[in-house]
Structures are given as structure tokens and as C-alpha cells.
């Protein structure tokens, strides 16, 4: 009852405070006194802990928790005043079913033991060891939100776009809703053959009236009513055994309305008699791969846009047109396919180049992780935060022996793509994220990690967060924002259209008048 009374008075606080701050601070100096008060009794022995970000993997990660241990209470933090990170910004319109957990994660955020604080950017607004002295263990899941280059000449060429980028922006992250994408190209190359890749492919080449009734954003639909990409070609340095897209992805694709699939049978000629020997989940990605390329039935269907595959091509230029900045194709080397001890293969560059003509590349090749606070270690390398199963490694400490367990810092943790890089797909991370949970769990109740009894939680950071002009959304603030977007969706005939100017979410949040949504 106290946490539930507590959620509700600071949502009604935060909105005194940012129209009337005196009374705000008064008002908030009493719920304080009050929630010390709670802490220091009845809940001075349950354990309070804080997860940044609040997409799939923390949202997995707050749910195990809960699940696992009776007491505990959890405080989920996210930068935007939104919530659910991967899951509303990363997810194709068009599957809506794979977005169907954010419905569990919206049942966690109303548990009585969980809250949700928007519009508090941890790196910025809080940093790390505010939060370890307020929370008896903290766990980092705030996602990739960078992406790897090549590194090549040309990259910086106008019609040049990472593929994350694209995504967010037809998906309505704030963050790149103005990327406005040139697609005056017939042709467009997508370097990479991941999920990511054959969504990015799937958008440019579906008719626009089978988007139309999905949650993609009304910026995109008329940019995309404009397109003249015709031609999609989805290009990976290794060969047809080791793309990483999913045979759902595939499937869909080759089914695609209007388009037709041309792979070069070449490729899949030689392949054929190892198809029997591999694991069957690979191998029915293969067939139809296989069947795709050699089925003359398929590649004589009529369409008036097409995609292709090409294999063992590593990009070494970006092209464009002399005296210009915009580009014109892709200079590829092509690779020899060399096996390693371990079983793996390896593209080793043979010298021989050829060139793409097109004027569209989409950068495909893999998100990663930043830190957000210098005082936590990170290997910018990996993009990932140093960590042993999840439990964050303190690698500034010094080791007796290079037999002696690295240092952990206490009650540090991190979970998903920020601990493991960004692989797998949602259920990846949520078995990664059950694992992360379950550990904390197990420290929390062998006293490995102990329980403070100071207070502590939110209400021991919200005196700060004031001070340095914050103003956290709460979850029933952003049931407002939802219901304002699926209102905005039902007259498009739409699930929703996503706001994505951060003012105009927090001034639906707090129930202001906002007299220029386009601001």
C-alpha cells in the first residue's frame, strides 16, 4: 500500500513541481520525510534495486527479478520520457506479433514492487555512484544505440546511412526522426546480412499501402510514397552458410507482393552436397535459399522491383561521381572463403575488385554499446562493459597474480547488448536478461550483496533530480502519451502514430497545453 500510495503522490509532485517549484519542493520534502520514515521500518531490510533502461533486456531482467524474489522492489530508469528502448524503436512495423512483449513489460511496470522514471538520463542527470549508494545493487541494460563503420574512404558521402539509423527513424526515435533519407536512387546496397538488413530491404521494397496500417511513422510513409528504389541488393563478405538472417525473414521476403528474389545459382551450385550434414536449423535456411536461386519458376516471376544476395564482397570505397559529394556505387573487393582450426570461416580479401554502380548505401553490420559514465570501465573495442556472467569486473584494480579472479565492483551488473554486444534477437535477450536476473537474485540472498538501511531507491536521488531541473515521467504519465498516439493512430487507420518530439511527450505527460505539436 505504502509503494503504491508513494508512485501515486510523486506523479501528482513532479506535476506541482514543474508549474509551481516552491510549493513543489515543499510538498516533495514532506513525501520524503514520510517514505524515510517507511524505509527505516517496515521496508529497512527489503532489497532496492535500479535497472538503466528500460527496453527488453531490462524489462527481462526487472520481471526475473520479481518472479525470483519475494521483497525486492526496482526502480527502472530510461532516458526518454517513453518506454520499452528496442521494442518500440527497433522492431519492424510490419511484425507487429514480436512486439507483442511489450504488453508483459507493461504488466511488470505496474507491479506494486516496480516503477518507471522517464526523462532521467543516468550518465547526465544521475551518474553510476549516485546510483550504487542509493540502490543495494544496480544493473546497466541501456542497449546499443552506435553503430560499427568500415572505416573506408567515402563513408561520409551523401546517400550513405547506417541501417540503425533508418530504423529509428521509421520507427520514430527522436533521436534521428529528421534523418529524411535520400531515395531518389533506383538502386540501394545494403552492406550486411543480418535481420536488420532484410528488414531495411523489406521497407524500401513493400508496396506502401501494406504499410500504411502499421505503427510506421506518417514522416516516413511519404517519403517512402516517393521512393524509385527498384533494385535492392544485400551484399555479406562470406557466403550463403553464414548469413545471420533467420529463415522467418527470408521466408517473408521471398513472398514480398510485387517483388521477386534473384540470387545467382552459382552461388548455390557448389553448396549442395553439404546441406544434407548441417544442423537443421541452418539447414532449412539454406534450402530455401537453395530453391529460391535454382527453382527457374521463381526467377521468371514478374515483378517490378527485385532483391538480390551477393557473397564474398568486402566494401573498400564509397563512390561518387568526380567534383561530387554524392554517391554513385560501392567498390568491392572479392574474398576467398578460408577454414579456420576452429572451424569458422574466414574472408581473406584476393585483390580482385569490382564496382557497384548505385546511389543508396545502407550500413548493416552491427550496433554497440557507449559508455555513459566514465567512472565504469568499458572496452570500446567490443563495446561492451567488462563483466564475469554479468557481475561488472573493476578493471583500474590490480591483480597479485594472473591466477587471481579479477575485481568486482559491488553490486554492479549489467544485462543484453551493453554485456554481451549486440547478437541474437528478442529472445536472446530475454534469456540473457533471466540469467543476469537470477544472479542478482542469488548475491542478494547469499549476502553477497548487501542490504543497505539507509533509505534509499528513487526517493533518496528525487532532492537531486529537482535541484538539477528533472522532471521523471511516471507510467501513468506515459499511458498518456499512449493514449494520445493510438488516438492519433485511429484516425490514420493505423495502431498508433508515435510522437516523436521529446516537448510534446512531456507536455502531454504533465497535461500542459501544447500549442505547437510541430515544435
Not at 533530480?465 to 499512449?482: A, E, T, Y
Amino acid at each position: 500500500m505504502w509503494i503504491a500510495l508513494g508512485r501515486c503522490l510523486a506523479s501528482k509532485l513532479f506535476l506541482v513541481h514543474c508549474r509551481s517549484p516552491p510549493l513543489g519542493r515543499a510538498v516533495f520534502r514532506w513525501l520524503t520525510v514520510s517514505r524515510k520514515l517507511n524505509c527505516m521500518t517496515a521496508e529497512s531490510d527489503r532489497p532496492h534495486i535500479g535497472i538503466v533502461g528500460s527496453g527488453p533486456a531490462g524489462f527481462y531482467t526487472a520481471q526475473q527479478i520479481l518472479k525470483s524474489h519475494d521483497d525486492a522492489l526496482i526502480d527502472i530508469y530510461e532516458r526518454l520520457p517513453v518506454p520499452f528502448g528496442l521494442a518500440r524503436f527497433g522492431i519492424a512495423p510490419d511484425h507487429p506479433e514480436t512486439k507483442n512483449c511489450i504488453n508483459q513489460f507493461s504488466s511488470t511496470a505496474q507491479s506494486e514492487r516496480c516503477s518507471f522514471f522517464g526523462n532521467v538520463n543516468i550518465g547526465k542527470d544521475l551518474n553510476i555512484s549516485e546510483l550504487l549508494q542509493a540502490y543495494d545493487a544496480v544493473i546497466l541494460c541501456y542497449g546499443a544505440e552506435d553503430d560499427r563503420t568500415f572505416g573506408i574512404p567515402g563513408e561520409d558521402l551523401h546517400g550513405v546511412y547506417s541501417a540503425r539509423a533508418f530504423v529509428e527513424w521509421y520507427n520514430g526515435l527522436p533521436a534521428n526522426s529528421q534523418l529524411e533519407p535520400d531515395l531518389s536512387a533506383e538502386t540501394a546496397v545494403i552492406l550486411g546480412q543480418g535481420n536488420v538488413a532484410l528488414d531495411v530491404a523489406r521497407i524500401l521494397l513493400s508496396p506502401v499501402e501494406r504499410l500504411e496500417k502499421t505503427d510506421i511513422c506518417e514522416h516516413a510513409i511519404e517519403r517512402l510514397r516517393k521512393s524509385c528504389v527498384k533494385t535492392v541488393h544485400i551484399v555479406g563478405r562470406r557466403g550463403p552458410l553464414q548469413v545471420a538472417f533467420t529463415i522467418k525473414e527470408l521466408r517473408e521476403m521471398t513472398k514480398l507482393i510485387g517483388c521477386k528474389a534473384v540470387f545467382d545459382p552459382e552461388d548455390f551450385k557448389p553448396i549442395q552436397e553439404k546441406i544434407t550434414s548441417i544442423p537443421r536449423p541452418r539447414k532449412r535456411l539454406t534450402e530455401l535459399m537453395s530453391k529460391t536461386a535454382l527453382d527457374e519458376s521463381i526467377s521468371q516471376k514478374t515483378a517490378n522491383k527485385e532483391w538480390t544476395l551477393k557473397f564474398q564482397r568486402s566494401p573498400v570505397e564509397m563512390l561518387s561521381a568526380p567534383g561530387r559529394a554524392k554517391l554513385s556505387g560501392v567498390r568491392f573487393e572479392i574474398n576467398d572463403l578460408v577454414e579456420q582450426n576452429d572451424g569458422s570461416i574466414q574472408a581473406r580479401g584476393t585483390g580482385v575488385y569490382e564496382d557497384l554502380p548505385c546511389g543508396l548505401v545502407f550500413r548493416s553490420i552491427g550496433y554497440k554499446s557507449i559508455p555513459i559514465d566514465d567512472q565504469i570501465p568499458f572496452d570500446k573495442r567490443r563495446g561492451v562493459i567488462p563483466n564475469i556472467n554479468g557481475r561488472v569486473i573493476n578493471t583500474g584494480g590490480s591483480q597479485e597474480s594472473c591466477n587471481e579472479a579479477p575485481p568486482l565492483i559491488p553490486g554492479l551488473y549489467c544485462s543484453g547488448w551493453v554485456r554481451n554486444g549486440p547478437v541474437g534477437v528478442i529472445a536472446t535477450t530475454m534469456n540473457d536478461a533471466f540469467q543476469t536476473g537470477e544472479l542478482v537474485v542469488q548475491d542478494l540472498k547469499s549476502g553477497n550483496v548487501r542490504t543497505k538501511r539507509s533509505p534509499k531507491g528513487f526517493y533518496a536521488l528525487a532532492n537531486s533530480l529537482i535541484s538539477r531541473g528533472v522532471r521523471p515521467v511516471f507510467f501513468d504519465q506515459w499511458h498518456k502519451i499512449d493514449q494520445v498516439e493510438q488516438e492519433r493512430g485511429r484516425e490514420l487507420g493505423k495502431p498508433r502514430e508515435k510522437i516523436i518530439n521529446v516537448k510534446e511527450m512531456l507536455n502531454i505527460a504533465y497535461q500542459r497545453e501544447n500549442k505547437d505539436r510541430t515544435e
